[in-house]
């Protein structure tokens, strides 16, 4: 038996034609409200125990899809089945209050959840330990940072001891460390069968977490299969109709270009400009760029392969680091620092890309184009390097 069955959904808003919101001021001009489908006809299984993503660009359909799994709307047509005690990560904002304390706000979240009163403060220190908030636990929310919010969030759903729990974007954003900690915890959950969903722009987190991949594209229903081949063919996707030119040296290039890649350096730990490391030190990216066409904002991402057998040793954004890049207009320089690189002696390769901020396309991207060499000898395999960002 499926713990999840959606079988021909559709969820349908009704909106005023000019976009603007109803009031009692504009009601004299109120005119008929027009149909806008957010999902339509998507049908998908999942398993007890298993864990499925849910991807796709902005506007997709995935936040609605999930807010039809938690039961907070309704599908318009078909119908969601679910088998199972849900907890859900959905937003920041869903079931918090500003001027409520942090203990305040868990003892709702966890009520929500499913537990009991006494369960849920019973718990309460298991929250606050996992969040790294014990001591802010009697402040208001609203002085917490958004990173302190979904400490406190995440820690919270998990707490409950889900049967199955959904997951919307909540982990592109915080710091690296306790992003990590949140994943492990993920895989503990997957480990006695939790039923877990999860939406991502981060195809790396995808690929880690997920069995099987649901892939939304207006509404509909694109393709389901395994994550490999489906994320494969959501990242060609991305560039179909995208002009791209390969290289003599294996590399290729490819943006509808409003923002360009200008240049990219290579610098090492003293930085001193050039394509060898040593291992278990440091590395900055600096990534210049200029801008033909303003755009309200970007992703900047770089990821590392091995030379050889294409092997991917990191895969690393500022989206998926919560840094925010834009507006850009004119002209400047985004910096990947690299405080340490736990990688093999050897050949490798860059990739570095711009991107529209929906990850919907790439304005730049240069795939295998920037060689560097590994000396000395450090631990192996792929990673997630402890980093920052900086914009000028």
Not at 22 to 51: I, Y
Not at 112 to 133: M, N, V
Not at 229 to 242: I, K, L, P
Not at 250 to 260: A, P
């Amino acid at each position: 038996m499926s713990a999840i069955t959606v079988a021909g959904v559709g969820k349908r808003y009704r909106r005023d034609p000019s976009g603007r919101p109803r009031t009692l001021r504009s009601m004299p001009e109120w005119r008929a409200r027009t149909d806008s489908w957010a999902l339509r006809d998507v049908s998908f299984d999942v398993g007890r125990g298993e864990t499925v993503g849910l991807i796709g660009g902005n506007g997709s359909g995935k936040s609605t899809m999930l807010r039809l799994l938690a039961g907070l709307t309704r599908p318009t047509e078909g119908r969601v089945e679910v088998h199972g005690r849900v907890s859900g990560l959905l937003s920041l904002g869903d079931g918090v209050h500003p001027l409520l304390s942090g203990e305040e706000n868990a003892l709702t979240l966890a009520l929500l959840g499913g537990l009991t009163a006494r369960q849920a403060r019973a718990r309460l220190p298991q929250i606050a330990g996992f969040a790294e908030l014990e001591a802010e636990m009697d402040q208001p929310l609203r002085t917490y940072s958004s990173g302190m919010r979904l400490r406190l969030a995440f820690a919270t759903a998990v707490a409950v001891e889900p049967e199955i729990l959904l997951v919307d974007e909540i982990l592109s954003v915080g710091d690296l460390r306790f992003q990590e900690k949140c994943l492990v915890r993920l895989e503990e959950m997957q480990s006695v069968g939790v039923t877990i969903v999860v939406t991502s722009h981060y195809m790396a987190q995808v690929r880690r977490l997920c069995s099987r991949v649901v892939w939304l594209s207006g509404g509909q229903r694109r393709a389901v299969g395994p994550v490999d081949e489906v994320v494969d063919r959501y990242e060609r996707a991305m560039t179909e109709g995208v002009p791209s030119v390969a290289g003599t040296d294996g590399s290729v290039r490819m943006g509808s270009g409003e923002v360009e890649i200008v240049g990219v350096r290579l610098l090492d730990a003293a930085g001193r400009p050039g394509e060898r490391v040593v291992a278990g030190q440091g590395m900055t990216v600096e990534i210049e760029y200029l801008v033909h066409e303003p755009v309200p904002g970007a992703i900047f991402g770089v990821s590392a392969h091995t030379e050889g057998s294409g092997e991917r040793c990191f895969d690393l954004s500022t989206a998926a680091d919560g840094q925010t890049v834009g507006p850009l207009s004119g002209s400047g320089r985004v910096c990947l620092h690299l405080d340490r690189l736990d990688l093999v002696g050897g050949d490798y390769r860059l990739d570095v890309g711009i991107y529209e901020a929906g990850w919907d396309r790439p304005y730049d991207y240069r795939w295998h184009a920037y060689p560097f060499e590994v000396v000395g000898a450090s631990v192996p395999g792929p990673l997630a390097p402890p980093h920052r960002w900086s914009v000028t």
